[in-house]
């Protein structure tokens, strides 16, 4: 299965731009890019996904490389409430029972 | 209504204990999960049911043995568990098993095994 790869930790200055890259050298093309966060004492919680364009919707944007090797989720305007960890995760559409958390990154925002 | 709930928060058990955690959505989702998660680590899954039949046995000890009654509800039931299955234990659902799918988390259920 494609693995991803994500930084450990990030850090953010309140209702500053934010962006959390994540590394999938191994995708496949049929691999949808999901990001879920999730915040402390919660379950996950889905923010994005997308497969080739970059996508955008009230949470956040997904920035896809041209070759798809690389993603970004871009929070426009980090809050205090967008402190959690962030999960990049690769879903194959044919392989799509299969849905694979990475380490993760956890992001903290600085009033 | 977008929610999955969990029932109970949390959960005591002794190792010769049999004890039940139950989710339960009323989105009309057709595919519905259990992941297992330790502290500090991201969840890993246990089982998918698609339809209400059991799709995904991610290899989990048999003292976890899942059922789903309905469309939903998802149960699972925990036998002889062992101090390391202490985690918290967290159910979704998702309209299908589809890569283009969200999955909806509940909150949880704090297991510890004593």
């Known amino acids: 299965d494609a693995k991803t790869t994500q930084p450990n930790s990030m850090e953010s200055n309140e209702e500053e731009p934010v962006h959390l890259p994540c590394n999938h050298s191994?995708?496949?093309?049929?691999?949808?890019i999901h990001w879920y966060r999730q915040l402390p004492s919660q379950g996950p919680e889905y923010v994005i996904h997308?497969?080739?364009s970059n996508v955008n919707n009230r949470m956040a944007s997904l920035a896809i490389a041209e070759d798809r090797k690389s993603s970004t989720l871009i929070l426009h305007r980090a809050t205090l409430r967008d402190a959690a960890v962030y999960y990049c995760?690769?879903?194959?559409?044919?392989?799509?029972?299969?849905?694979?958390f990475g380490s993760g990154t956890k992001l903290n925002v600085k009033p | 209504d977008t929610e999955v709930t969990q029932t109970p928060k949390h959960l005591v058990m002794g190792m010769t204990n049999k004890k039940s955690l139950k989710c339960e959505q009323h989105?009309?989702?057709?595919?519905m999960y259990w992941y297992k998660q330790k502290a500090k680590k991201p969840p890993e899954l246990m089982f998918v049911?698609?339809?209400?039949?059991?799709?995904i046995n991610e290899s989990v000890p048999s003292r976890f043995s899942p059922e789903c009654p309905n469309s939903s509800l998802l149960n699972l039931h925990l036998h002889a568990l062992q101090p390391e299955d202490s985690a918290l234990y967290l159910c979704?659902?998702?309209?299908?098993?589809?890569?283009?799918?969200?999955?909806?988390f509940g909150p949880g259920t704090r297991l510890t095994v004593t």
């Open positions: 989105m009309g989702h057709r595919a």
């Open positions: 995760i690769l879903r194959g559409l044919y392989n799509f029972n299969k849905f694979y």
């Open positions: 979704a659902s998702s309209q299908g098993q589809g890569a283009t799918y969200e999955q909806y």
């Open positions: 191994t995708i496949s093309g049929t691999d949808y």
């Open positions: 997308g497969l080739t």
């Open positions: 049911y698609s339809y209400e039949k059991l799709s």
